[in-house]
Nanobody
């Protein structure tokens, strides 16, 4: 089955940490660029972080640089987002995204809610 399944969201206090995971199946993960997006209520979906298919290049939104780290394990078909020093403005639904580099197939996960609040 072709899908992305996110996990790891939840409620965390400001300055806390969370690690999101995304399990990929049904496509060539090692030939796919992977990204994390987020969408807060009333706002457009925005790119948080992306990682090349080899893991050799990453890119971050300015708002999360130095706090978030994207990584991947091609042997396990997994991509992760380590989020540290969380702020209330990080509250959003976080989505995993893939772009297969040969077919240009785009996939989205169902999203996982992250709420940062005291």
């Amino acid at each position: 089955q072709v899908q992305l399944v996110e996990s790891g969201g939840g409620l965390v206090q400001p300055r806390g940490s969370l690690r999101l995971s995304c399990a990929a199946s049904g496509f060539t993960f090692s030939n796919s660029a992977m990204s994390w997006y987020r969408q807060a209520p009333g706002k457009e979906r925005e790119l948080v972080a992306s990682i090349a298919n080899t893991g050799g290049r990453t890119n971050y939104a300015n708002s999360v640089k130095g706090r978030f780290t994207i990584s991947r394990d091609n042997a396990k078909n997994m991509v992760y987002l380590q989020m540290n020093s969380l702020k209330p403005e990080d509250t959003a639904v976080y989505y995993c995204n893939s772009v297969e580099l040969t077919t240009l197939q785009i996939l989205w996960g169902q999203g996982t809610q992250v709420t940062v609040s005291s």
